[in-house]
Every structure is written in structure tokens, then in C-alpha cells.
């Protein structure tokens, strides 16, 4: 059974910087479409970035266009998620999954963005 688990979160100041990881159990992420996700309070989840799994389709929400980076590494099987220029507007909750996956959610990792 797939198990992803996100890291990488924390309490951080506007224009602060964050990576996240997601690592997985019983699959070789490299193999997916991998997606990050996030939820804010009293909102639904949104995707934010994903990443093909030949590493040449990358998107970005409009929201985080030129401040986070999408990126992978097949070695440590770890999909990151670099976040620069944060905004207070980033924060909620994190998570990352397999587009066209059944993969279950993790718990995410927090994030936290103000002053």
C-alpha cells in the first residue's frame, strides 16, 4: 500500500523561504505525475505545482508562478517543493499525491505564513 508523507513545514515570516518534501513508501514516485496540493482554512484543497514523470511537464498555479519551484529527485525518491517570497496568503496545509493515482492522502505538513 502507497504511503506519501509530506515535511518540510513551519512558521515563517512573509518573504521567508520554506522546501518541502514528499517521500513515499511501496511506490517509485519517479513513475508519477506527482502533484503538491494545499488547503487553507475554511477552504478546499487546490493544487498548487505538479511535475511529470519524465520531468519536462511542469505546472504552477498562477498564485505561486516565479516564487516555488517543483522539483524531484529520483535517488532519495523525494519530490521537493522550494517556496520562496512567501506570503501570508500561502499558508494551510500541504500535501502531495499521484495524479491519476488512488494513492490515500498523507497528513501534510503545516505551513504558516505571518508576521
Known amino acids: 500500500q502507497v504511503q506519501v508523507v509530506e515535511s518540510g513545514g513551519g512558521l515563517v515570516q512573509p518573504g521567508g523561504s520554506l522546501r518541502l518534501s514528499c517521500s513515499a513508501s511501496?511506490?517509485?514516485?519517479?513513475?508519477?505525475?506527482i502533484g503538491w496540493f494545499r488547503q487553507a482554512p475554511g477552504k478546499e484543497r487546490e493544487g498548487v505545482s505538479c511535475l511529470g514523470d519524465s520531468d519536462s511537464d511542469i505546472f504552477y498555479a498562477d498564485p505561486v508562478k516565479g516564487r516555488f519551484t517543483i522539483s524531484r529527485d529520483n535517488a532519495k525518491n523525494t519530490v521537493y517543493l522550494q517556496m520562496n517570497s512567501l506570503k501570508s496568503e500561502d499558508t494551510g496545509v500541504y500535501y502531495c499525491?499521484?495524479?491519476?493515482?488512488?494513492?490515500?492522502w498523507g497528513q501534510g505538513t503545516q505551513v504558516t505564513v505571518s508576521s
Open positions: 511501496g511506490v517509485t514516485l519517479g513513475d508519477y505525475t
Open positions: 499525491n499521484g495524479y491519476g493515482s488512488n494513492w490515500s
